[in-house]
């Protein structure tokens, strides 16, 4: 079978034209779309999706298309930007929305959908506005089969499709018949997946010789040959159409490849075996398939390799609710590949673990965090000083404009800085909203202060809780724990951290987890025994949270906990440093014993903020000078760490 002729040296591996709209995907399981009552938002559209699952898989990815100039649009733009996907060929466009489709998931064969896309966005892509120095530069150009059905897209399609051809780009059909869009079916029946039309199928043909590689499901090379219910003569028509490959996705039977002639049964033609998965979501399993079929092909592999790939692909996907999240990531890939196949993918551990843990994210190669989640101790101080609790969310607003002070003046520090905030409504909630969105790490904390065995701060359901929280908000937890404990207060304590676990990867929040051993359960000379001890508890435990919080070890214990780490979540994104309330000089001192990669910076909030506190609740000082007390404190420990991580390594000493 023949090889594709890729262009080599090209810095865009695959263009994906077509659909880029938002999807709604009910959240009730096993009900009608009527009767759904929440929706989870997506990226979504049949290009968009592969688009997005190619870049999730490492190829250079690109995309064609047209959104409008509102919300939605810069929702989409925003969610291909990070995840790798260059967005520069997207129109946007001022007076059209963007799409829109409403997704059901009623059981394993009835998926409702809703289209809204009247007059939107991307079926408006402006053909004249096709950039032929773009598509000079790209080793493949897909295009899905809604852009071939109306005057405007399909003009766009047939000028990218030109350029494409006169140079010597791949140019990709996935056929992504849905009838409703060629207006074959009531508005609202999306879910119709097949329609027998002679009007389709002669457009259809008058397009397929512009291909070198065709991809669809037995029901649309039925539309596209125009033989009811015969997939061999189907398939023969449009051979007379084209010499492209044709790949004919058959479900769980999975693929089967046709170079040249057609043969007389399709299990003649080249076939890979389908993976054998339980269903939960058949949507998007066909643009997981092309995304991992192309993401073979363009690295070189053959046919049947590849086309393993996009099978594993698609049955991955299957088994998850949404569609472009639902793309798997080379490390989940290679773990389905070890041999780890499992019947129901969501519902193996380690798979779903690398899918939240090896996408793309936000990078923190180092972070300083301010942390002012405190609450009693706020209060302490306010009843001591004789203040308001108002006075309170004042303070907690001046340390925000503390930290967004320092990033204004400190340039180097963007991208660096955090801040720990509480959410109670009558305290940190207000500075909290005010710290989301700018870029910040924040996070939030859940425990009830000061409880032991671990309680939840204002509700016994954090599941619930979390519904709530905007998705970059760090769910933060501390546990007071020794691995000493007496036996019914550890497991009473794991029972909590295994609710907390469970809530965060449903929610898909990150997670900090903050280990304080209590003081009286400390043996004499311990310099970070115990809280290694109970974070490799706690991941025999099954826990592996994205960020750990510890107090200061000495250096021999942070190799331990470095090692530990390494071995037991190589995707953890890294431990800091707490304070505790020690003097700033303690802390900086300490900051020389962690020199091991895991570290990435400290969380620090009484040593910084708590004599400027007090001197302002007592009318001592102004914000002004506050505010000066707070930033020279923390910078302070910004240059203390620095200086750590500039200075020779240091030999083990005993901590304070």
Request: aromatic letters at 6%; proline letters at 5%; a negative charge.
């Amino acid at each position: 079978m023949r090889k594709l002729s890729f262009p080599e040296r090209r810095p865009i591996d695959i263009a994906c034209l077509g659909r880029l709209a938002v999807d709604l995907y009910a959240d009730q399981i096993g009900c009608s779309l009527e009767d759904a009552t929440s929706f989870s938002k997506y990226l979504g559209g049949s290009s968009a999706n592969i688009a997005f699952g190619t870049a999730r898989l490492g190829l250079a990815s690109a995309m064609v298309s047209r959104v409008g100039d509102e919300q939605n649009g810069r929702f989409l733009l925003n969610t291909l930007q990070r995840e790798g996907c260059d967005v520069s060929q997207v129109q946007i466009d001022p007076q059209r929305l963007t799409g829109m489709v409403l997704l059901g998931i009623k059981d394993q064969d009835t998926f409702p959908l809703l289209f809204a896309r009247e007059n939107c966005a991307d079926m408006a892509l402006d053909a004249d506005a096709i950039n032929e120095d773009f598509i000079a530069r790209c080793r493949s150009l897909l295009i899905t089969g809604t852009h071939l059905s109306t005057p405007t897209v399909l003009a766009a399609s047939r000028r990218a499709l030109e350029l494409a051809g006169r140079h010597g780009v791949i140019r990709v059909l996935d056929i992504d018949y849905r009838p409703v869009l060629w207006g074959l079916t009531g508005r609202g029946d999306g879910e119709t997946r097949y329609v027998g039309s002679q009007a389709v199928t002669r457009h259809l043909q008058e397009q397929l010789g512009q291909f070198e590689l065709i991809i669809g499901t037995e029901e649309e090379w039925m539309i596209a040959g125009g033989v009811e219910g015969d997939l061999i003569s189907c398939l023969r028509r449009a051979r007379e159409c084209t010499q492209a490959v044709f790949v004919v996705k058959r479900g769980a039977l999975g693929c089967s490849i046709i170079d040249g002639a057609v043969p007389t049964r399709i299990d003649d033609a080249l076939t890979v075996m389908g993976e054998r998965v339980e269903v939960l979501n058949v949507l998007g399993a066909g643009d997981a398939f092309a995304s991992g079929l192309l993401a073979g092909l363009l690295r070189g592999k053959d046919w049947r390799e590849s086309a393993g790939i996009a099978n594993a692909c698609g049955a991955i996907v299957v088994s998850r609710h949404g569609c472009a999240p639902a793309m798997p990531t080379p490390a989940e890939l290679a773990h389905w590949f070890s041999g780890n196949r499992h019947p129901r993918p969501d519902h193996d551990p380690q798979l779903a673990h690398l899918h939240r843990a090896s996408i793309r994210r936000k990078d923190w190669p180092e972070l300083y965090v301010l942390a002012y989640d405190h609450r009693s101790q706020f209060e302490d101080m306010a009843h001591k000083a004789g203040a308001e609790p108002a006075q309170l969310v004042r303070l907690k607003h001046l340390l925000n404009e503390v930290v967004a002070g320092i990033e204004h003046h400190e340039p180097g520090l963007r991208g660096r800085l955090g801040v720990l905030v509480d959410g109670r409504p009558d305290l940190g909630e207000p500075a909290l909203h005010l710290a989301t969105g700018r870029g910040w790490w924040v996070g939030r904390p859940i425990e009830q202060p000061g409880s032991r065995p671990l309680r939840f701060d204002g509700t016994r359901s954090l599941g619930s809780q979390l519904k709530h929280w905007p998705r970059e908000q760090v769910v933060k937890c501390l546990v007071f724990y020794h691995p000493s404990d007496a036996a019914a207060l550890r497991h009473e304590q794991d029972e909590w951290l295994l609710q907390v676990a469970e809530a965060t990867r449903a929610s898909g929040h990150e997670l900090l987890l903050e280990v304080i051993p209590p003081r009286d359960t400390l043996a004499p000379g311990d310099t970070g025994e115990a809280v290694v001890e109970a974070i490799r508890h706690f991941y025999d435990l099954g826990l592996k949270p994205e960020w750990w919080k510890v107090g200061a070890l000495s250096a021999h214990q942070w190799d331990a906990l470095d090692a530990l780490v390494r071995e037991r979540d190589p995707y953890c994104r890294g431990a800091v440093i707490l304070g505790l309330s020690q003097p700033l000089d303690e802390l900086v001192a300490s900051f020389a014993q962690a020199r091991v990669p895991l570290v990435k910076g400290f969380m620090v909030g009484r040593s910084v903020w708590s004599e400027p506190s007090q001197a302002w609740l007592r009318g001592e000082i102004d914000d002004t000078r506050f505010k000066a007390g707070v930033k020279a404190n923390f910078m302070r420990l910004v240059d203390g760490w620095r200086a750590s991580r500039a200075a020779a390594p240091v030999t083990e000493e005993v901590l304070p």
